[in-house]
């Protein structure tokens, strides 16, 4: 639904945009994750035909960036930063104001369906200028989404918004993806992409790596399986673990509730069985197994250096 290649935008002399290769499939939430600065505002304006990139190609919905830019503008639906609503119009004003400059008809259903959906139906006879910064990102994502486009682009939704709005706000686009659109959502929120995207881009300036949120974590830190022991583990235990298949590193960690064996396993589905038999023939006293996985936000950390992701309180 989306394909790039070698897709740069320059301002003056800086690259905002380096050469960005990426392909995202029809109904797929990819997360664009990288810190301010890093050039998702300045993508997302090429692949919506808004600005035109330096160099590299684009294709959207099947047109091309450049030739096709009337038929990608029709086909998706932006959300910016700074969606400028109109203060003393009504939020119902300025869906049906937007909808008569773009020459949408019929559209009086969709924004009834949008507005209930996001919690803002009975506020819509309202000016827009007594909203709250979450009530005025509601009526514009449902101004982007007026004609029903292909695909969504929506540029940090939740930011500076209220834990509950922004709740609301993600539920929507975990539902907008349920009714089969394909939406590139920006952020540098690593807690809302891992619980919204198929796959997240990790992104500064060019693409460091795209992966699914759970395979991040996993393909760069390995799997560690923790085993919470009755005792301490005793020479016996650690000599079953010698010579097991999938076992690459045995720690020993003594925490606070007990004893600890930590072990770098190369497929825990397959060896764990193996790893926990040998333990209990041991004499081992197994009080339980868990998974251990690198936070996205160690991941994001050590993909991009120092640049320490911004955080907000989430719901
Ligand atoms: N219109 C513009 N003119 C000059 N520089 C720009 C323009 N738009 C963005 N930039 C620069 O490009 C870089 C990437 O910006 P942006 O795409 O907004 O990043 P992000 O959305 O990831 O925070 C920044 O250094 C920004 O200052
Ligand atoms: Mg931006």
């Known amino acids: 639904m989306i394909r790039t290649e070698g897709l740069t935008r320059r301002f003056d002399d800086m690259v905002a945009v380096d050469g960005l290769d990426l392909e995202i499939a029809t109904g797929e939430i990819f997360g664009f994750l990288g810190p301010n600065g890093a050039g998702k505002t300045t993508t997302v304006r090429m692949l919506a035909a808004l600005i035109a990139p330096s160099a590299g190609k684009a294709w959207i919905a099947g047109h091309?960036?450049?030739?096709?830019?009337?038929?990608?503008?029709?086909?998706?639906?932006?959300?910016?930063?700074?969606?400028?609503?109109?203060?003393?119009?009504?939020?119902?004003?300025?869906?049906?104001?937007?909808?008569?400059?773009?020459?949408?008809?019929?559209?009086?259903?969709?924004?009834?369906?949008?507005?209930?959906?996001?919690?803002l139906w009975e506020r819509r006879h309202e000016p827009v200028g007594g909203f709250s910064k979450g009530m005025r990102q509601k009526v514009a994502i449902t101004r982007a989404l007026l004609h029903e486009p292909e695909v969504v682009f929506l540029d940090e939704p939740t930011s500076g918004l209220d834990p509950i709005s922004a709740r609301v706000v993600r539920d929507f686009v975990a539902n907008l993806k349920d009714q089969g659109r394909t939406i590139f959502?920006?952020?540098?929120?690593?807690?809302?992409?891992?619980?919204?995207c198929d796959r997240i881009g990790v992104f500064k300036r060019r693409l460091i790596r795209v992966d699914t949120p759970q395979a991040l974590r996993q393909n760069l830190y390995g799997h560690t399986v923790r085993i919470s022991l009755a005792h301490p583990p005793s020479p016996n235990h650690l000599l079953a673990l010698k010579g097991i298949d999938g076992v690459e590193k045995v720690e020993e960690a003594d925490t606070d509730d007990g004893h600890t064996l930590r072990l770098s396993v190369g497929d825990p589905q397959t060896h764990n069985p193996a790893i926990i038999t040998a333990l209990v023939g041991a004499g081992a006293q197994i009080r339980f197994v868990e998974q251990e996985e690198a936070s996205l936000e160690k991941v994001y950390m050590d993909l991009l250096g120092d640049d320490p992701p911004n955080t907000e309180a989430q719901p």
Request: proline share 1%; with cysteine; net charge negative.
């Open 64 to 119: 091309q960036i450049g030739a096709g830019n009337q038929e990608i503008r029709r086909a998706v639906g932006i959300l910016t930063e700074t969606p400028g609503l109109y203060a003393r119009l009504t939020a119902m004003e300025n869906l049906r104001l937007f909808g008569r400059l773009h020459q949408l008809d019929h559209i009086d259903d969709t924004i009834e369906r949008y507005l209930k959906m996001l919690d």
């Open 185 to 196: 959502l920006c952020t540098h929120n690593l807690d809302e992409a891992d619980r919204l």
